[in-house]
């Protein structure tokens, strides 16, 4: 078996998540604001390369609820981006009514 099919597995898109997860929380999260160790941080782009790798690799075409959620979540952010005011408080106009 090639790599890159056990890559695009179900067991092989699982386990580089839960990688690329572990490694952001031990390689990020260390306790030392503004240090960034360059073993960590290789640790955490190594295994998001291969989770990324593996989802391109399984062609699996995303669910139209999955896209409509995400036009929705770029909605939002650029509307929130919008209503921010130069100071860096949220126009009035803007309240909660936009999330309904």
Do not use: Q, Y
């Not at 067991?11 to 990020?28: F, H, N």
């Not at 593996?54 to 062609?59: I, L, R």
């Not at 509307?79 to 009035?92: R, V």
């Amino acid at each position: 078996m090639r790599i890159i099919d056990a890559l695009a597995s179900v067991a092989g898109r699982i386990s580089t998540g839960s990688a690329m997860g572990v490694a952001i929380a031990v390689g990020l999260w260390n306790g030392h604001e503004g240090d960034i160790d360059p073993v960590r941080l290789g640790a955490v782009v190594s295994t998001t390369l291969a989770w990324l790798a593996a989802e391109v690799a399984s062609g699996r075409k995303p669910r139209d609820h999955d896209i409509d959620l995400f036009k929705r979540i770029v909605e939002l952010t650029l509307t929130s981006a919008e209503c921010l005011k130069a100071d860096g408080h949220e126009s009035p106009k803007c309240g909660l009514s936009r999330l309904a």
